[in-house]
């Protein structure tokens, strides 16, 4: 089959006319030359309506300090010259449509700037999309993640996180020259309140110590239930004069607190601060255990360290 020239044109223009794409023509000063259906329908303007504008009409990025000092786009110019940018056009009743454009050169003199504009709405709704799962599944993991790493009673670390994250800590404390406090807490007689008001009673004084505590530590500190009534709080930062004035405050916080069916309810706390090169995570949790033992035998509702 043999196809002329008239032909040719016919049927390029009707492959132009009929391409999804959005597909415009422009000169070098960003007047509209030409613009296919695909065009006019996404951005609600008529062709005859197209013709009477320039790309600063139907595409907010482009600004006015774009157009030379000839009144020309100061891209592309050349023949042969290809780029690619992301932009936006603008539909008639005023919301944007992401697009990807293809700009072109055909012409040696560079009096046509051929431009091909994809809408992208729908890869940008499935981005989002896609994000948005991202996200839920990332908040998922977290949570996940801290559920096998907290009591499910009390909402403090388990004993298996303290590990990991004191290794981490002694480590930074070395390499910074930093200091790092433990508190060993402990609540005293708590076998009594057992076997006098219940297990049931014994656990919301749990949770609710727990709450005391948590509701009054650094957001850096660590609270961890090391096993049941006792619990450790690691402290990045703060020296043993500081460990020991929280472990006061903590101390003075639990005695004043309302624990419903108990009548009073105190801790005694042990505070051991880390020893570069002379402790590991055993001797240095046993200090902080001693010194907490120091405070039941001076009488409970104590700090010693």
Known sequence: MDIDETDRSSYAMWSLDNNPDGIFWTDPGGNILYANSALCEEIGYSMGELLRMSVLDIDPMVKGDDLGPEGKLSFPIRSGDITHMSSCHKHKDGHLIPIEV??????????????????????????AK?????????????????AASTDFLTGAWLRRYFFKVAASEMSQAERHKAPLSLLMVDIDRFKEVNDRFGHNTGDRVLVKLCNVIANSIREEDYFVR??????????????????????????????????????????????????????????WVA??????YEAKNAGRNKVEG
Do not use: H
């Open 130 to 146: 896609l994000d948005e799962e991202e996200q839920r599944y990332t908040v998922d993991r977290r949570k996940l993640m801290k």
């Open 226 to 283: 090391w096993g049941g009534e006792e619990f450790i709080l690691l402290m990045p930062g703060l020296d043993a004069d500081g460990a020991l004035a929280m472990g006061e405050r903590l101390k003075a916080l639990v005695e004043r607190s309302n624990f419903d069916e108990v009548p009073q309810v105190t801790v005694s706390i042990g505070v051991a601060l880390y020893r570069p090169g002379e402790d590991g995570i055993d001797s």
């Open 287 to 292: 200090r902080a255990d001693a010194a907490m």
């Open 102 to 127: 293809t700009m072109s050169v055909p012409r040696d003199d560079g009096r046509l700037i051929v431009c091909f504009a994809r809408d992208m709405s729908e890869e940008r709704r499935i981005e």
